[in-house]
């Protein structure tokens, strides 16, 4: 039991610096095409509700 919960953890923290790793490099790359941290901010909602509507027709699919 303690094993697979070390296991989950070290898990979730290599999630996590994936994670950050990618972020930062999408950052990056949006700052050297040009974009505002006002723009980048509106893509980052862009792509949340993007996510947001894939999984409501996801749940939506699934309830049929």
Known sequence: ???VSMQTG???SLYQNRNRTVARSFYRQLK???FSHE???ALS???LDLVTE???DTARTEAK
């Open 1 to 3: 039991s303690s094993e």
């Open 10 to 12: 070290t898990m979730q």
């Open 32 to 34: 050297t095409e040009g």
């Open 39 to 41: 723009q980048i901010i």
């Open 45 to 47: 909602t862009t792509l």
């Open 54 to 56: 894939d999984i409501r």
